[in-house]
């Protein structure tokens, strides 16, 4: 049977660690994704021991640390075209993989790259086959000590102009091989696919899942919506997670926290993901 966690994103950034992972095991969720930042309680900077008292404290709480994900590549991608900038990047893999294996939280959200960001107007526009060649050189480049600290290399299919379809992603993760898997968000690919068609595809390469809705109509991020009120078929997408044997951790993610009142969002998308999926 899948647990379902949550994503960290989808907490208030003034709350602590210690809060968000108390509400969340007192709203009954199993586990939480955990989110790398630039600086604070999460950020690079914090040291190993740190990080490891973190994933003794979420266990504390009888949550599993079911990933680590990380919003940085967004400003500092894997396949920017200057070599420093590639170099930063691929420093802060290298972190999330030790900080991953820290948490034994067994799977690093990687962002794979970006053809062009479609909401940042200084993003550079690269070349599609540049992207996947540095962005397969940097997997390359950590997956040996992925591999030894029992980390999953799991790449997201995301608004970045790049793996746009399940027949290319799976081409392309089993041209890297393990430790490489897939991080699939639903919710991601309505805008131009359908999630239970990419679920069927990808199969057993995928290791991590994100929960998210989306109205197509929308067209923009503006689309994206609580469980159960966009375009997602969610009773084909469970099938297809059931067809594929599928057992892992469902996670919610992309949940702007309420001004007020945020644990009301937080009870009804672990209602929403029960009534789906359990």
């Not at 509400?23 to 586990?31: N, T």
């Not at 970045?160 to 027949?167: E, H, K």
Request: a negative charge; charged letters at 20%; hydrophobic letters at 45%.
């Amino acid at each position: 049977m899948n647990s379902f966690s949550v994503n960290g994103w989808a907490f208030p950034s003034d709350w602590s660690s210690q809060r968000r992972l108390e509400v969340a095991s007192r709203l009954g969720y199993q586990g939480v994704e955990l989110c790398l930042e630039a600086e604070g309680e999460f950020g690079l900077e914090q040291p190993l021991s740190a990080v490891e008292k973190l994933g003794r404290a979420a266990r504390a709480n009888g949550l599993q640390v079911t990933g680590l994900a990380c919003g940085l590549y967004w400003q500092h991608s894997l396949s920017a075209s200057n070599p420093a900038a590639r170099e930063r990047a691929l420093g802060i893999l290298k972190t999330q993989v030790r900080w991953a294996a820290a948490l034994q939280a067994e799977a690093a959200l990687v962002v794979p790259g970006a053809v062009l960001v479609p909401w940042d107007a200084r993003s550079e526009l690269v070349r599609y086959q540049d992207v996947g060649q540095r962005v397969a050189d940097a997997i390359r480049a950590v997956a040996q000590e992925a591999r030894s600290l029992g980390v999953l290399l799991c790449l997201e299919n995301v608004w970045n102009g790049f793996l746009q379809s399940p027949l290319e992603m799976a081409e392309f993760i089993d041209q890297l091989g393990e430790p490489v898997r897939a991080y699939f968000d639903i919710g991601n690919v309505v805008r131009t696919g359908f999630p239970e068609d990419w679920i069927l595809t990808l199969g057993a390469r995928i290791a991590r899942v994100h929960a998210k809705d989306y109205r197509r109509s929308a067209g923009t991020l503006d689309g994206f919506v609580p469980l159960l009120a966009g375009d997602v078929h969610w009773a084909g997408v469970r099938e297809a997670l059931f067809r594929i044997g599928y057992q892992g951790p469902i996670t919610a993610e992309y949940l702007p926290p309420f001004r007020e009142h945020p644990e009301l969002l937080l009870q009804s998308t672990l209602a929403s993901l029960k009534a789906v999926f359990a």
